[in-house]
């Protein structure tokens, strides 16, 4: 963390300048017995983007949010761009709402890939206890070669869509208020449907594998976040999967419906946001239960335990299987593996039933207009889980306040809980082992949290694990580059 | 920017970011590169970072170069070296975040995953500031004339 001074020639001085790529450390704290009592997963990066953007055009906020990630800038881009349609009070074309959709299916797909292959994948094909030298993608690699190949051509195909339709593969601003700025061509349109059959194959593959080691995992299934909590997600009208518009949903633990179609303007009224001394994120819980009962876990665990169909078949074979696992809502936030690989086939089926619609290559793709409300709300569901972007104008339409509400800040009750039940099962002493440290970080893997913003300096997604005895005393630290 | 991938012999990997002053100076000179090729057998590609995928796509050609900008070379000194591939990855490389990766070990990759090794080479240039900025400091920019024909001289030779 900084400390920040301004001296009085105005020059602002932020020292040290930590590399923030993610960096967040955890603390376990131990009681007289040694045990663990309490875990906290600490955020330790800050970014402003709420405060900065005061006084910017409303209609630069697509690009200027874009840049508060650089693996789901394409949320950030649908959700801003969906806020600013609001503020123009626009029907933005349908073929340009179904070109948001490939836009996001196609980050989704690619998101996912990173998410599994390289960062789970090496927890999976090496063991939770495997070598920490080898934890990496370059050990999956050597242990399993076609898993690699295929997590990279995965991804590689996600970020090709985008750069097809946004001109790159990160920071695209092709998405605009009011729709999207160039139509999608023949020439590009076909060469995506050219590579679909070979990402389904490798889809069903990845299926099949994960649910052949599945088993392996069974102390971590136990012990993983596998605890009651309510889930979020925004759905379709009639419960369907969908990643870009509709009501929000929230179910319990028990899988019933708490409440449906909300509209997710309105998320105030249903969302709190608590900030903690300890980290620099957000802690959101489900208003009507308080603080922090209404602990809540977004992302594709809580998309699928929602969902009552995909709408693509492959997907919804899966999706049948899903719900098999537990006759409640499905806890275990190991299954987040699962999921995700579920809404990555959905992905692939979907972008093709978009790219073969007959107006997917019209050319009216974008709606005009000044602004007309003074205050909009965008929301989609990102990699990660649902995603708000709420901002409020001046009659220039200039932004006077901006509040952002991100999937990872939804789970940060659901991760520090998740922390403290891996911790509470697998330290035994006061001595950290690899397994323990990896098992970790390993849970907070399967939230796949967005803590790497956009910055790309360092490179480094540092992780400090911390042994704090009852007097406050740190008795071990870990710290892994 | 080219878009991968074709039956081109010589791929030309440029990068760093262009918005850190002389860090994008390989960025840049994709850029220069795209807009005059010496051939159309040759593919320009410009990022701000190498990325696992760039080892599926380096094994599409015969001869692939990399253009990068260095802090170890004195503002506008330019190094070009052949690539051995292989080695222990770097600790930076092994974070599980894939935002470092040197050009030998993306070509490991291109060997150990698609079973193919293309001839490379890995061009620097010194640069003088990594600050924020958009332009490429004076005496650096002085390097791409150079890199250019270096660029060229290996592809003649191939």
């Given at each position: 963390m900084s400390d920040v001074s301004e001296k009085t020639t105005k020059t602002i001085l932020i020292d040290p300048v930590t590399r923030i790529e993610g960096h967040s450390k955890i603390t376990l704290h131990l009681d007289e017995q040694g045990r663990v009592e309490d875990a906290r997963f600490h955020v330790t990066q800050f970014r402003g983007f709420e405060k900065f953007c005061e006084g910017r055009p409303f209609y630069e906020m697509p690009s200027l949010m874009a840049r508060i990630c650089g693996i789901c800038p394409v949320s950030h881009l649908i959700a801003s761009a969906k806020a600013c349609d609001q503020l123009l009070a626009v029907r933005i074309p349908p073929t340009a709402e179904k070109l948001r959709r490939i836009f996001g299916l196609a980050q989704v797909l690619q998101s996912h890939a990173l998410s599994f292959f390289h960062l789970s994948s090496p927890d999976l094909v090496l063991g939770m206890d495997g070598d920490p030298s080898k934890q990496h993608l370059f050990g999956v690699a050597e242990k399993n070669p076609e898993i690699a190949?295929?997590?990279?051509?995965?991804?590689?195909?996600?970020?090709?869509?985008?750069?097809?339709?946004?001109?790159?593969?990160?920071?695209?601003?092709?998405?605009?208020?009011?729709?999207?700025?160039?139509?999608?061509?023949?020439?590009?349109?076909?060469?995506?449907?050219?590579?679909?059959?070979?990402?389904?194959?490798?889809?069903?593959?990845?299926?099949?594998?994960?649910?052949?080691?599945?088993?392996?995992?069974?102390?971590?299934?136990?012990?993983?976040?596998?605890?009651?909590?309510?889930?979020?997600?925004?759905?379709?009208?009639?419960?369907?999967?969908?990643?870009?518009?509709?009501?929000?949903?929230?179910?319990?633990?028990?899988?019933?419906?708490?409440?449906?179609?909300?509209?997710?303007?309105?998320?105030?009224?249903?969302?709190?946001?608590?900030?903690?001394?300890?980290?620099?994120?957000?802690?959101?819980?489900?208003?009507?239960?308080?603080?922090?009962?209404?602990?809540?876990?977004?992302?594709?665990?809580?998309?699928?335990?929602?969902?009552?169909?995909?709408?693509?078949?492959?997907?919804?074979?899966?999706?049948?299987?899903?719900?098999?696992?537990?006759?409640?809502?499905?806890?275990?936030?190991?299954?987040?593996?699962?999921?995700?690989?579920?809404?990555?086939?959905?992905?692939?089926?979907?972008?093709?039933?978009?790219?073969?619609?007959?107006?997917?290559?019209?050319?009216?793709?974008?709606?005009?207009?000044?602004?007309?409300?003074?205050?909009?709300?965008?929301?989609?569901?990102?990699?990660?889980?649902?995603?708000?972007?709420?901002?409020?104008?001046?009659?220039?339409?200039?932004?006077?306040?901006?509040?952002?509400?991100?999937?990872?800040?939804?789970?940060?009750?659901?991760?520090?809980?998740?922390?403290?039940?891996?911790?509470?099962?697998?330290?035994?002493?006061?001595?950290?082992?690899?397994?323990?440290?990896?098992?970790?970080?390993?849970?907070?893997?399967?939230?796949?949290?967005?803590?790497?913003?956009?910055?790309?300096?360092?490179?480094?997604?540092?992780?400090?694990?911390?042994?704090?005895?009852?007097?406050?005393?740190?008795?071990?630290?870990v710290r892994r580059p | 920017m080219s878009s991968v991938v074709g039956m081109a012999r010589t791929l030309i990997v440029g990068y760093g970011n262009p918005l850190r002053s002389d860090d994008g100076f390989g960025w840049h000179a994709a850029q220069r590169l795209s807009a005059c090729r010496p051939d159309s057998d040759v593919e320009v590609i410009a990022r701000q970072q190498l990325t696992p995928d760039l080892a599926e796509t380096a094994s599409h050609f015969q001869l692939v170069i990399f253009i990068d900008a260095a802090r170890d070379l004195s503002p506008g000194e330019v190094r070009c070296e052949r690539i051995a591939a292989g080695g222990n990855p770097r600790p930076a490389e092994t974070s599980g975040f894939s935002h470092f990766l040197t050009p030998a070990s993306l070509l490991a990759w291109t060997a150990e995953l698609y079973a193919d090794l293309p001839e490379a080479y890995y061009i620097s240039v010194g640069g003088e500031s990594f600050a924020e900025g958009e332009t490429i400091s004076p005496t650096v920019q002085t390097a791409f004339e150079p890199v250019m024909a270096q660029v060229r001289a290996l592809i003649i030779q191939k």
């Open positions: 190949r295929h997590g990279i051509r995965l991804r590689q195909f996600g970020q090709q869509i985008i750069e097809r339709l946004g001109g790159k593969r990160i920071h695209p601003a092709w998405i605009v208020p009011g729709g999207v700025s160039e139509p999608l061509t023949q020439v590009n349109r076909d060469a995506i449907l050219a590579g679909i059959p070979e990402t389904l194959k490798i889809v069903e593959h990845t299926l099949d594998w994960f649910k052949s080691v599945r088993e392996k995992f069974r102390e971590e299934i136990t012990t993983f976040g596998n605890f009651p909590s309510l889930f979020m997600a925004i759905t379709k009208p009639d419960g369907g999967l969908t990643f870009y518009d509709g009501g929000v949903t929230i179910v319990d633990a028990a899988g019933d419906v708490v409440a449906s179609n909300l509209d997710a303007a309105h998320y105030p009224e249903y969302i709190g946001e608590k900030v903690e001394s300890w980290s620099y994120l957000k802690s959101a819980y489900y208003k009507p239960k308080g603080y922090a009962e209404g602990i809540y876990r977004v992302g594709p665990l809580a998309r699928m335990n929602i969902a009552n169909h995909c709408g693509t078949q492959r997907a919804d074979q899966e999706l049948a299987e899903f719900h098999e696992l537990q006759r409640t809502a499905v806890l275990s936030s190991f299954h987040f593996h699962f999921a995700r690989l579920i809404e990555a086939m959905y992905c692939v089926e979907r972008l093709e039933q978009l790219l073969t619609d007959p107006e997917i290559l019209s050319k009216h793709v974008r709606s005009f207009a000044r602004p007309n409300c003074v205050e909009g709300v965008g929301a989609c569901e990102a990699p990660r889980g649902t995603l708000f972007h709420h901002y409020k104008i001046n009659e220039h339409g200039l932004i006077q306040w901006v509040n952002l509400v991100i999937a990872t800040g939804h789970n940060n009750l659901a991760m520090n809980r998740s922390i403290l039940q891996v911790a509470k099962h697998f330290v035994v002493a006061e001595r950290l082992t690899p397994g323990m440290l990896n098992r970790v970080e390993a849970v907070i893997r399967t939230y796949d949290p967005c803590l790497s913003c956009s910055t790309h300096a360092a490179g480094e997604m540092a992780l400090q694990v911390q042994l704090i005895g009852p007097q406050g005393e740190v008795l071990d630290e | -």
